[in-house]
């Protein structure tokens, strides 16, 4: 089993609609979650992390953290053709340059 | 932006050659990390190093491979005798002291194994 999963996509989304991305991770011990954007050829970005249950709210982004659950979601608001990207999770169980990454969400976002 | 620096951007080598990929942390960085990411597949965590010490190699294959941060210059990914399944971008992250402060990716290394 996968410690980090995520759907690989891709998830088509029409420009302005909300993209919503779903991560579940496996080891409890994970402290920090961390969503990252990679456009293609490109290094991760990073968007947002959280740590704390429920929602954390950046710009168009938020992120959302059910512990319990073990599940992170990145929800992006008025989705723009330059948000087309793949849409990383990773969790850190320590530091948080040791990540654990999922494989990765395709976004394509339609004009 | 004096971010993470990363090189050769593209290196091309010949089975059994050997390859050394180099990283600059950022300025006040301290703590490097590197990772590898394979063809359509996530980013995988090899080795985190500081300053003159090896913290954590869990994810370094047991052969060929090696990473080193010395005291002075950059951090070094050494693979000997390359093979063909070596064939990835391989990332440099750097991140301040402390475990709780953002990593920082570099541009990546294109590794291509012929």
């Known amino acids: 089993q996968k410690e980090v999963e995520q759907n690989s996509g891709p998830l088509s989304v029409p420009e302005g609609a909300i993209a919503s991305l779903n991560c579940t991770y496996s080891?409890?011990?994970?402290?920090?979650f961390f969503w990252y954007r990679q456009y293609s050829g490109k290094s991760p970005e990073l968007i947002m992390f959280?740590?704390?249950?429920g929602d954390k709210e950046d710009g168009r982004f938020t992120a959302q953290l059910n512990k319990a659950s073990q599940y992170v979601s990145l929800l992006i608001r008025d989705s723009q053709p330059s948000d087309s990207a793949t849409y990383l999770c990773a969790a850190s169980t320590d530091s948080w340059g040791k990540l654990q990454f999922g494989a990765g969400t395709q976004v394509v976002v339609t004009p | 932006n004096a971010g993470v620096m990363q090189n050769p951007r593209h290196l091309v080598r010949r089975r059994g050659q050997e390859a050394r990929l180099r990283c600059s942390p950022m300025k006040g960085h301290s703590h490097v990390y590197w990772y590898r990411q394979l063809p359509e597949e996530g980013l995988k965590f090899m080795v985190y190093?500081?300053?003159?010490?090896?913290?954590?190699e869990s994810g370094m294959p047991k052969e060929r491979f090696s990473a080193e941060f010395p005291k002075e210059g950059p951090s070094i990914l050494r693979i000997q005798q390359v093979v063909r399944g070596d064939s990835a971008a391989y990332f440099c992250?750097?991140?301040?002291?402390?475990?709780?402060?953002?990593?920082?990716f570099g541009q990546g290394t294109r590794l291509t194994v012929v």
């Open positions: 190093l500081q300053k003159e010490n090896i913290i954590d």
């Open positions: 080891d409890r011990g994970s402290q920090s």
């Open positions: 959280i740590y704390s249950n």
């Open positions: 992250a750097s991140s301040r002291q402390g475990p709780n402060t953002e990593a920082f």
